[in-house]
């Protein structure tokens, strides 16, 4: 016996095709959604002012203070970047190292 299981993306606004999850966070409170190629442009471009002149949260010594444990964050991060390698179709392990490559790319994209 055969089994197909298709997955199907539906934008979350319009209630039409999708293409992607965009994942984005406001607040210290991290979302996703679900859009179409023009949504997500939309959303991309309506936060694209506010990205220019922001700097990116965390990372080094001069990050500023820290809301979570580096332990906490560290796990949310990767869970963060496989969820997003997952839905861009990129093949992951649910466990250990995720590969500098996906990294990179996921830090390119936010």
């Known amino acids: 016996m055969a089994e197909q299981i298709i997955k199907r993306l539906i934008d979350d ?36 002012p506010f990205v220019e002149h ?7 010594a001069a990050g500023g203070r ?3 444990s580096r332990a906490a964050s560290s796990r949310e991060r990767s869970a963060d970047i496989r969820a997003w390698a997952k839905a861009r179709g990129i093949k992951v392990n649910e466990r250990g190292r995720i590969p500098a490559t996906v990294v990179e790319e996921y830090e390119r994209a936010h």
């Open 13 to 48: 606004i319009d209630g039409g095709e999708a293409e992607e999850t965009v994942q984005f966070s406001l607040d210290g409170v991290p979302y996703e959604i679900d859009l179409s190629s023009t949504n997500a442009k939309k959303v991309r471009d309506s936060l694209a």
């Open 54 to 60: 922001a700097r990116k949260a965390g990372g080094g």
């Open 66 to 68: 820290r809301r979570r």
